[in-house]
């Protein structure tokens, strides 16, 4: 699954790099800290390698 915002991929980035333990947990808000418990690294992986070009900065 691609991300659909850029919002979405930035929210990605961030709940990776919890899950791999290089930010804290506590740090994180909103989306991201939902991601990080609900999705797998596979699938953040999938989200945050998304280019951010083509993207809006927030799904309507």
Same mark, same amino acid.
């Given at each position: 699954?691609?991300?659909?915002?850029?919002?979405?991929?930035?929210?990605?980035?961030?709940?990776?790099?919890?899950?791999?333990?290089?930010? @804290?947990?506590?740090?994180?808000?909103?989306?991201?800290?939902?991601?990080?418990?609900?999705?797998?690294?596979?699938?953040?992986?999938?989200?945050?390698?998304?280019?951010?070009?083509?993207? @809006?900065?927030?799904?309507?």
């Amino acid at each position: 699954m691609k991300a659909k915002s850029k919002a979405q991929q930035k929210a990605a980035c961030a709940a990776l790099s919890a899950k791999r333990g290089d930010t @804290p947990k506590k740090d994180l808000e909103g989306a991201s800290k939902d991601m990080v418990d609900s999705m797998s690294e596979e699938e953040l992986e999938e989200l945050a390698s998304t280019k951010r070009e083509s993207l @809006p900065d927030k799904k309507n």
